[in-house]
């Protein structure tokens, strides 16, 4: 898999750190999963956070931090064959993932959410805020332009899509704040499916309602 588009620095400091939102961290755990230059920096982060907490002494700070290996040689074959299967058309999802949504993105119940789009929204837990979501966009659909009010985090999980930041492939994060407005075409062929995560669920919302909008004439 060649992933082009990463999660930003920013996100990852919060994700190592244990900051960021629930909704927003399963779609960085989704990525690193798939991504072994995000999941170095997460491991580097966390080793620096550690080092901060004092449980190193000052002197060695003036050190690079020590990389730390990947928890298990082992675990990571497994991540990374969940990796390949996640973007063959009937494959598996990655790992972090399967727990929130099944193995099997074809077992998934969609919910038609406008003209070729459709959704299927992520139970989190009880007090956490956020949205999450899998977006399924047919081949060659337009999403209605639409900005961001907070922090959103897309990973692609099948097929792709191309907006004015590019094009966005399996394994790709677009890691967008408010100050981006867009407008994504699924691919012609293969359309997309995508998890969505953001910071607020009535930001979603807006786009939701856009989708909706020329359904219900509202
Ligand atoms: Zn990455
Ligand atoms: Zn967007």
Redesign the pocket.
């Known amino acids: 898999m060649k992933?082009a588009h990463?999660?930003d620095d920013a996100t990852l400091m919060s994700y190592a750190a244990g900051s960021l939102p629930e909704a927003l961290g399963a779609v960085v755990a989704a990525?690193?999963s798939l991504?072994g230059?995000?999941r170095r920096e997460v491991a580097d982060l966390e080793c620096i956070g550690t080092a901060l907490m004092g449980k190193v002494t000052p002197a060695s700070l003036s050190r690079p931090a020590p990389r730390i290996p990947p928890a298990d040689a082992r675990d990571n074959k497994i991540e990374a064959s969940d990796a390949r299967a996640a973007v063959e058309p009937c494959g598996d999802l990655p790992a972090p993932l399967v727990r929130l949504v099944g193995s099997d993105l074809s077992s998934v119940r969609w919910k038609r959410l406008g003209l070729g789009v459709w959704h299927r929204p992520i139970p989190l837990s009880k007090n956490a805020k956020g949205d999450l979501r899998l977006i399924k966009v047919a081949p060659g659909q337009v999403m209605p332009e639409h900005g961001h009010g907070g922090s959103e985090l897309t990973l692609v999980l099948t097929g792709s899509y191309t907006d004015e930041i590019g094009r966005f492939g399996p394994g790709d994060?677009a890691d967008l704040d408010d100050e981006i407005e867009h407008s994504p075409v699924a691919d012609q062929e293969t359309g997309c499916i995508c998890l969505i995560a953001s910071e607020e669920k009535a930001r979603f919302k807006g786009l939701i309602a856009r989708l909706v909008q020329p359904l219900t004439g509202l």
């Open positions: 992933i990463h999660v990525h690193i991504c230059p995000c994060v």
